[in-house]
Every structure is written in C-alpha cells, then in structure tokens.
C-alpha cells in the first residue's frame, strides 16, 4: 500500500532515509528496503517499508514514495510522521494534502510546522517542484503571518536558498 509520496528539499542518502524512517514507524534498518525503482521480484516477508526514491528538479529534489507492507503501520499519522521525518534529518519536505487539487501541497519543515502552499503550475509541467508564491498569497492574504522557513540547503544538487522563498 502506498503510505505517502514525500517530497523533500535535499538528496538523501539511503542511511538517511532508513533513519528517518525508522524513527516515524519505530522498526529496525533491515526492515527498510530503499531501491531506485519497485523490484520485479518478491519481496522478503521482513521487509515491513518499501521506500523508492529518485531525483526531481525544483526547490524539492527527492521524492520518496513510502510503500507500507505491514498493516501495523498503516494507521500512521501522515502529518506528524512528516513532520518527525523532518526533524530528524533536518530537512523540509511537501506532502500531498489530499485535496482535488494537484497543486496544493503542505509544507513541513523540521520545527515541525506545517503550512499549506502551492505548486507553480507551470514549472510542475516541467518536471520542477516549485512553490508558487503568487497563488499562495491570493489563496491566504494572511500568510505573510503564517509563513514558516525552509530548512535552508545549499549544494551540487540543489539550488534553494530558504530565505528566498519567503
């Protein structure tokens, strides 16, 4: 069952990911398989969250999609489970907020806070992960109040700065 696709501002390492993990469903590294793309064989039965990951463009350079294969686990609160996924690896991360429209998303950063933003649609067409501010600021007039940081990260692969968004 796919628990959540994370959308997160930085690449993660594999030992990273199964961390993170770890920490929001309380299992241990080898009940964590990372893989770039869903295997074509079975799986083994101690094999409890499947995580693919690959590389996006945009201010989010990761998505993570989270398979869960223990109904134990399923029950997890997505909110706050992203939000401790951020905490732990000091990151910011999107998740879907399950409403009809594609983009809008929750920002989480690893405070944890959470706030609702949007996708610039046209760079989305694109294959980029960007929030749109415009949309943001006609849909909350109010958010300038309500805006929380990006867990700002500089690299080779990523070129957000946090403070530029907001």
């Given amino acids: 069952m796919n628990w959540q696709d994370i959308l997160v501002n930085r690449i993660l390492s594999d030992e990273e990911i199964k961390a993170g993990l770890c920490h929001i469903f309380n299992i241990r590294y080898s009940e964590i398989m990372i893989t770039g793309e869903l295997p074509a064989e079975p799986l083994s039965p101690n094999i409890r969250v499947l995580c693919e990951k690959s590389e996006t463009e945009g201010d989010f350079t990761a998505l993570l999609s989270v398979y869960i294969r ?3 686990l399923e ?3 997505v909110l706050y489970s992203a939000g401790q996924f951020c905490k732990k690896l000091g990151c910011s991360c999107l998740i879907t ?3 009809a429209n594609p983009y809008s998303w929750i920002l989480v ?3 944890p806070k959470y706030e609702k933003v949007y996708l610039d649609a046209d760079k989305l067409d694109d294959g980029m992960y960007v929030i749109d ?3 943001r600021q006609k849909a909350d007039p109010e958010s300038k109040m309500k805006r929380i940081p990006l867990v700002p990260v500089i690299s080779e692969h990523n070129t957000m700065e946090g403070h530029r968004l907001w």
């Fill in 70 to 72: 223990d109904e134990k």
């Fill in 75 to 77: 029950d997890s609160d």
């Fill in 97 to 99: 907020d399950n409403s």
């Fill in 109 to 111: 950063n690893d405070a």
């Fill in 133 to 135: 501010l415009n949309a």
